[in-house]
């Protein structure tokens, strides 16, 4: 039969053991959202980033078409 130290000792461990899966939770649920905000970043940097090359390329044309014109 277990005595009451053993079961207080058992109790502990439970205790401990959700408060680690808590913890855990927690980390999971952080890292996940990191992810998400770093995806949400990248895709938001090349749409802006393919937006600038789009215009640089435009820039480009017309200067190109100014030298040949002013030459």
């Known amino acids: 039969m277990a005595s009451k130290g053993d079961v207080s000792q058992v109790q502990l461990q439970i205790q401990q053991d959700w408060a680690n899966r808590e913890y855990i939770e927690v980390i999971t649920c952080s890292i996940k959202k990191i992810a998400?905000?770093?995806?949400?970043?990248?895709?938001?940097?090349?749409?802006?980033?393919?937006?600038?090359n789009e215009r640089l390329t435009s820039l480009e044309r017309r200067v190109e078409y100014i030298e040949a014109r002013v030459c």
């Open 36 to 52: 998400d905000f770093l995806n949400s970043f990248d895709v938001s940097c090349r749409s802006r980033l393919a937006t600038l």
